[in-house]
Nanobody
Framework: QVQVVESGGGSVQAGGSLRLSCAAS????????MGWYRQAPGKERELVAG???????SYAGSVKGRFTVSRDTAKNMMYLDMNSLEPEDTAVYYC????????WGQGTQVTVSS
């Protein structure tokens, strides 16, 4: 099994920045890819950014150019640097780690005010 814990959420004004962190533990060697997902009230959970074991990133169109995902395999960490935040980015952000199944963290709230 894999455990992941997110941190770094908060409240910022539009145009601001935040960095989210995800710490992975457990059967680390099993993790093939990781990703950041978000879920806004009344909406489905969506993939924001993903990164493979080899470090190849991918992004949803709505965040491309504003968000950067990175992974430190030596520390078993994944990060999401979010810049030029918009009110539409307000959501609970989840870290997901793929190891046959997808393991989820508890989520961290990001609130962007206009």
């Amino acid at each position: 099994q894999v455990q992941v814990v997110e941190s770094g959420g908060g409240s910022v004004q539009a145009g601001g920045s935040l960095r989210l962190s995800c710490a992975a533990s457990g059967n680390i060697i099993c993790i093939s890819s990781m990703g950041w997902y978000r879920q806004a009230p009344g909406k489905e959970r969506e993939l924001v950014a993903g990164i493979t074991k080899e470090g190849k990133p991918s992004y949803a169109g709505s965040v491309k150019g504003r968000f950067t995902v990175s992974r430190d395999t030596a520390k078993n960490m994944m990060y999401l640097d979010m810049n030029s935040l918009e009110p539409e980015d307000t959501a609970v952000y989840y870290c997901g780690a793929r190891c046959v199944l997808t393991y989820w963290g508890q989520g961290t709230q990001v609130t962007v005010s206009s």
